[in-house]
């Protein structure tokens, strides 16, 4: 299993129109094959910057959702609202405490 952590960074006069989009497209990420979910995070004290947090079956299902349709008509639709370039990491789990808290 891989996570995906993007960092979005909007301007604050289309943060209401990205929160309102991501609302009616958030479940096709989340039910996409090979995704085990997603969470949506704002930065404390800075909610312009959010990040996306996902967890994937493998890079190779998070490659299939990157070069799916669903993901084509997404991502134009939101990069008009950035204020700042994207950043993006694939990341692997070293130790996970979550599972023993829950």
Known sequence: MITRIVKLQFR???????????DTISHIVNNF???YGMKLYQEKGNPTTVFTYSHWASEQ???NYRLSPEF????????????????AWTVGAYFNGFDQKL
């Not at 084509?72 to 950043?87: A, M, N, Y």
């Open 33 to 35: 094959p090979g995704c």
């Open 72 to 87: 084509s008509e997404i991502w134009p639709h939101i990069k008009v609202w950035f204020d700042g370039k994207p950043e």
């Open 12 to 22: 604050e006069e289309n943060l209401r129109d990205f929160l309102s989009y991501f």
């Open 61 to 63: 299902d998070l490659e």
